[in-house]
Structure formats: C-alpha cells, structure tokens
C-alpha cells in the first residue's frame, strides 16, 4: 500500500499534505466569513480552496500517462480554468439593491481562497500562509482605518420598526433615527397587520447600532426593532 503511494505519479504524502494545507487556510478564511454572517462561510471556502488544490493537482500529474513522443500538455490550462469558473461563483454572491452592491467582499475572498488553494497544491506554501495572513489584516486592520476616514459610508444597516399605526408614533421614531450620528438614507412604510406598521429604514452611521436599537425600542407603541442587513462587514 505505502510502496503505491508516489509523490512522482500526483498521489504521495507530499500532494496529500499540500491539500490539507489548502484545506486548513481556505478554512480560516472561511471561518472569518462565518463569524460575519455571510454566505459564502467555512464550508463554501473551505470547498472552493481544496477544490482549487485538487484541480491544480489534476493539471500537474493526472495527465502524465497519456505523455509521449508526440503528446504534449500545457499544465496552466486547468490551472487558468479555476479562475474563470471562479467568476460564476463569485458573480452569485454580488447583490445589487437600489444602486447599492453588496457581496463584493465575499466575492473577492472566494477568489482569494481558490488562489490559496493554488498556491498551496503548486508548493508554494510560503506564498499561500502569507496571503492568508494578509486577508486577515485586510478584514479587521483595514476596517479600523476605514472607520476613521473622513465621510466614510462603511457602516450601513437596514432596520425595521414595527409600531402601531395612528398614534403619531413616527414624530418619535425619525429623530431616534438621526440620534448618535446616524443619517437616513432611505424609509420605507407599508401595513404590516391590522393596526401596525412596518417601517424599513436605511441609515449610514457609527459601527455600533446597539444604541440606536434600544433607543427605538424605548419608545412607546413600538413592537420591535430588527436589523435586517449588516452592510459593513461584506
């Protein structure tokens, strides 16, 4: 069993060490992606980096047979095609709401962890960790700079409020709104159910909406408040 194992013909303890490397960093990135609360998570990445790792394999070794004299392979060629297939996947994770997109960052770290895995079934382990490492500081270290630009739109959300109906409650809810530094970008209104209704609304603002949502929830005739998207962290 062990002499049948040949890092020469692409199934040795090397290719095998190289995908579960591609494995454990395409799960790190999707573990970050995980505790954000996006689509594309742990398992997404950490299927698309060990795919990627094994299709890059295939392209290295599982052709090697039909070589010859007069055969000859260009092992970029499956190696190109993950790229462009990756374009599909990350083309779905993209939302475009009222002009507004969302998912591009998703998108791009699907792409990041196909390449990781690449990097990692190619050998290039030193390139895979230290990509690894960047998208980390990219997510968290990036995100405390952009919090700290000048008219900075990062943190966006979208909440809804659903209060009784024909109580003037609205006169109470808007400047609830634009306490604490938050600004309305768009409101909504429609009839939730006999006697309610539902207010939509999309405001830009400071990172932490804990405020904001307790504020809207002290108000009177207020049933609850919810944030339905969490723009910020894509």
């Known amino acids: 069993m062990v002499s049948s194992i040949s890092m020469f013909d692409g199934q040795g303890w090397v290719q095998v060490g190289q995908l579960v490397l591609a494995f454990a960093l395409s799960s790190l990135i999707g573990l970050e992606r995980q505790l954000r609360g996006k689509n594309a998570g742990l398992r997404t990445q950490a299927i698309v980096g060990t795919a990627s790792a094994l299709f890059l394999l295939v392209s290295k070794y599982g052709f090697m047979n039909v070589l010859g004299d ?3 392979l260009d092992p970029s060629r499956v190696a190109a095609q993950i ?9 779905g994770l993209i939302l475009t709401r009222r ?5 591009l960052t998703t998108a791009a770290s699907v792409w990041e962890t196909a390449a990781i895995g690449m990097a990692a079934a190619a050998g290039l382990w030193l390139l895979a960790l230290v990509v690894t490492v960047l998208h980390f500081i990219v ?10 630009l000048p008219g900075s739109r990062e943190f966006q959300r979208q909440i809804e409020v659903v209060y009784e109906d024909g109580h003037g409650l609205l006169r109470e809810v808007m400047p609830r709104l634009t306490s604490g530094g938050w600004s309305v970008t768009r409101v909504e209104s429609q009839e939730a159910s006999r006697g309610m209704a539902a207010l939509t609304v999309e405001v830009s603002g400071p990172s932490d ?25 894509e």
């Open 83 to 91: 790229v462009s297939g990756l374009g599909f996947l990350g083309a």
């Open 139 to 148: 997510v968290y270290g990036f995100t405390a700079v952009v919090r700290r």
């Open 209 to 233: 909406d804990s405020s904001l949502v307790q504020a809207l929830s002290e108000i009177d005739g207020v049933h609850s408040v919810q944030v339905l998207t969490d723009d910020d962290r």
């Open 99 to 103: 002009g507004r997109v969302s998912g």
């Open 70 to 72: 007069h055969v000859t």
